[in-house]
């Protein structure tokens, strides 16, 4: 998936909001989730938080309301519930079990979200955590949490592989059964450095094994 946020601000360059959107580009898993976007914020602040899923793009496009209890205040950090079931929302219209990840499946557009926080009173920049904030799955199956790598780098599995990372815009993953070490051949070295070598190890890959998703111009819809 892909998100960015954007600071709204005043004439003094504080933060009055922040206003957001997300996209599901593909699913390789086989449990069901709910993605999360925690943003860190001083302790004695209050804000009003929103949040639409778009579900199918065009003039007809229907959406849901991704917000806990709709149009809601947050006091302190604000943690959005950006997309809700998503093996639900986002399956594969021919039944298949993965959407976007198989090859010779054909593409389709995932659903979005936007969402925004309007603080009561202005914030300054520096008060609020840092991008990539905490983004996080919950796992419906086993009730666990899921954090990045580089929010939380305890998230990772016995052998020292991360459950989530950050990574650039236009980066493919594996297609669905090859692993991410076969495909991505610096990624072993890049884990084996607790990631301080290798770090450009995505620019090193076997282009006939990576899901074909077209450009963000395609996929940003």
């Known amino acids: 998936m892909a998100y960015q946020v954007r600071y709204g601000l005043n004439g003094d360059n504080d933060v009055v909001s922040l206003r ?3 996209y599901l580009i593909t699913r390789g898993a086989g449990f069901n989730h709910d993605w999360h976007l925690h943003i860190p914020l ?3 602040t209050t804000a009003a938080v929103s949040c ?3 579900l199918v793009p065009g003039d007809d496009y229907s959406f849901q309301d991704c917000s806990p209890s709709g149009s809601h205040h947050s006091n302190g950090d604000a943690d959005i519930q950006v997309f809700t079931a998503t093996a639900n929302i986002f399956a594969d219209p021919q039944g298949a ?3 976007n990840t198989l090859r ?5 557009l995932g659903p979005k979200s936007t969402f ?3 603080f009561e009173a202005p914030l300054p920049a520096s008060s609020i955590g840092e991008a990539p904030y905490d983004p996080y799955l919950f796992v419906y199956n086993t009730g666990e949490k899921i954090q990045l790598m580089q929010v939380n780098p305890a ?3 016995p052998n020292g592989f991360p459950f989530g990372m950050l990574m650039p815009v236009d ?3 594996p297609l669905e059964y090859f692993s991410i070490s076969t495909i991505y051949p610096l990624f072993d070295a890049f884990v084996a450095s607790e990631a301080t070598e290798n770090l450009d190890w995505y620019d090193t890959v076997l282009s006939n094994y990576v899901v074909a998703a077209p450009p963000v111009e395609i996929w940003g819809w």
Do not use: E, K, M
Not at 104 to 108: A, E, K, N, P, W
């Open 171 to 173: 980066w493919l993953p």
């Open 52 to 54: 639409t899923t778009f």
């Open 20 to 22: 957001g959107t997300a």
């Open 104 to 108: 010779g499946q054909s593409f389709i």
């Open 116 to 118: 925004r926080v309007d």
């Open 155 to 157: 998230f990772r599995d």
């Open 97 to 99: 079990a993965f959407t």
């Open 42 to 44: 001083p302790g004695n």
